[in-house]
């Protein structure tokens, strides 16, 4: 999977460089065995963004931005990585991906996290609950009378704002919700959002390892 993820964002024409952060030696070994770039990290990280930013200290390149592509995302594609990138202007802060929601099950899954924003694509919340609610309409009717969109979580950080929210401490929102984002937000930080309309699947159990071989091999 690992090595699939790598592969995906090398024909990701934003990219300058590819580095798989990890602790685990396996995966350092596995990367470095098909010709890809590792560094090791610490254990110790409580997210993904903590490891982005070890990782980006390690280089002795500097680099305006880092985008973080989650390994257990197989199915992400390199036209999603090119459409985050292109949002990273200079003035950007902090962006992500977020998806219109098709289904009554996405909506109503608390494992989806639903996203609210602005008119100029500026993340106002993200939740695990259906976010907005809609008044007097039943909510078996709920798409039919308003666009709800989910996030996909891959995250492009200016690499100055990424030193800085490091530092910040868990937030209120952030432990009730469990989302790392809302302590930014709490914070002030501004995160852009840019809509895909390509579905992916992250891969966090054997179950949903299975359905992705299956997917994968319809496609070939």
């Known amino acids: 999977m690992i090595e699939r993820v790598y592969r995906q964002a090398k024909s990701a024409s934003s990219l300058s460089?590819?580095?798989?952060?990890?602790?685990h030696a396996g995966i350092?070994?596995?990367?470095t065995g098909f010709g890809g770039y590792a560094?090791?990290?610490?254990?110790?990280?409580?997210?993904?963004?903590?490891r982005c930013f070890e990782a980006l200290t390690k280089e002795k390149e500097s680099f305006d931005y880092v985008i973080n592509i989650q390994g257990d995302e197989p199915f992400i594609e390199p036209s999603?990585?090119?459409l985050?990138?292109?949002?990273?202007?200079?003035?950007?802060?902090?962006?992500?991906?977020?998806k219109?929601?098709?289904t009554y099950e996405q909506l109503n899954s608390n494992s989806e996290v639903k996203v609210t924003f602005n008119s100029r694509n500026e993340a106002l919340y993200f939740s695990r609950a259906v976010i907005p609610f809609v008044q007097k309409v039943d909510p078996g009717k709920w798409l039919d009378h308003?666009?709800?969109?989910?996030?996909?979580?891959?995250?492009?950080?200016?690499?100055?704002?990424?030193?800085?929210?490091?530092?910040?401490?868990?937030?209120?929102?952030?432990?009730v919700e469990s989302l790392e984002?809302?302590?930014?937000?709490?914070?002030?930080?501004?995160?852009?959002?840019?809509k895909t309309d390509v579905e992916t699947m992250c891969v966090d159990t054997p179950e949903e390892l299975e359905i992705a071989k299956e997917i994968l091999g319809a496609r070939r």
């Not at 460089?17 to 602790?23: D, F, N, Q, S, Y």
């Not at 350092?28 to 990367?31: L, M, S, T």
């Open 146 to 175: 308003f666009e709800f969109y989910k996030h996909v979580g891959m995250y492009a950080y200016r690499t100055d704002i990424l030193k800085e929210i490091t530092k910040l401490k868990i937030s209120p929102l952030e432990k």
């Open 39 to 50: 560094c090791m990290t610490s254990e110790n990280h409580p997210s993904g963004t903590d």
């Open 100 to 102: 219109k929601i098709d």
């Open 17 to 23: 460089k590819i580095v798989v952060a990890t602790e």
């Open 28 to 31: 350092y070994d596995h990367v």
């Open 181 to 194: 984002q809302l302590r930014w937000m709490e914070n002030g930080y501004i995160i852009k959002v840019a």
């Open 80 to 82: 999603q990585i090119d």
């Open 84 to 98: 985050l990138a292109s949002y990273l202007d200079g003035n950007t802060q902090l962006a992500t991906l977020i």
